[in-house]
T-cell receptor, first 114, second 118 residues
């Protein structure tokens, strides 16, 4: 079975400082992993995805994530936080079946202070 | 890029009435669409998987007679909440998968529908 664990439910950073959102996964197969962002009362926007190609994945808005099989991790980073990065972030893994269902992490709330 | 729309964006209804929510893929054909429910401050909970031209597959604990799903075309899926009650109040989000390789395809999410049942 596949699962994801987001290690922090809440992260607070100052504007201009680095952001680190931690995610560990469990999967019997080579997983496909995603990071999505959700702003208040909005749908989800894809930040980036890993599908067994390059282990360092670059996404939109300056975000990137590194797939580390030995650590079963897929942490999301950004060198410099912007006020607009305040949102909920979800680490997601594909459930290996014929329909491509997703398993969501619990989410990490990011607060950016001036 | 791939865009998914939902209509309505919000709806308020009286207890006992039915509400239909539409999910459309605007610029691609979606072989599979998914319906999620999200409670405040919580993650998304998958309700059902919808494949064009066939019956939806519901997750354990989701009442199929309560939440009717119809995937009539490759660009439209509908979720009907029948005989809605206050406990059905929630944020409903759909997503659509573009490709045929389920494990690597990206799911594109709609903006969500806020349902409030009085």
């Amino acid at each position: 079975a596949q699962s994801v664990t987001q290690l922090d439910s809440h992260v607070s950073v100052s504007e201009g400082t680095p952001v680190l959102l931690r995610c560990n996964y469990s999967s019997s197969y080579s997983p496909s992993l995603f990071w999505y962002v959700q702003h208040p009362n909005k749908g989800l926007q894809l930040l980036l995805k890993y599908t067994s190609a390059a282990t360092l994945v670059k996404g939109i808005n300056g975000f990137e994530a590194e797939f580390k099989k030995s650590e079963t991790s897929f942490h999301l980073t950004k060198p410099s936080a912007h006020m607009s990065d305040a949102a909920e972030y979800f680490c997601v893994v594909t459930i290996t079946d014929s329909w491509g269902k997703l398993q969501f992490g619990a989410g990490t709330q990011v607060v950016v202070t001036p | 890029g791939a865009v998914v729309s939902q209509h309505p964006s919000w709806v308020i209804c009286k207890s006992g009435t039915s509400v239909k929510i539409e999910c459309r893929s605007l610029d691609f054909q979606a072989t599979t669409m998914f319906w999620y429910r999200q409670f405040p401050k919580q993650s998304l909970m998958l309700m059902a998987t919808s494949n064009e031209g066939s019956k939806a597959t519901y997750e354990q604990g989701v009442e199929k007679d309560k939440f009717l799903i119809n995937h009539a075309s490759l660009t439209l899926s509908t979720l009907t909440v029948t005989s809605a009650h206050p406990e059905d109040s929630s944020f409903y989000i759909c997503s659509a998968r573009e490709g045929v390789s389920s494990s690597t395809d990206t799911q594109y999410f709609g903006p969500g529908t806020r349902l409030t049942v009085l």
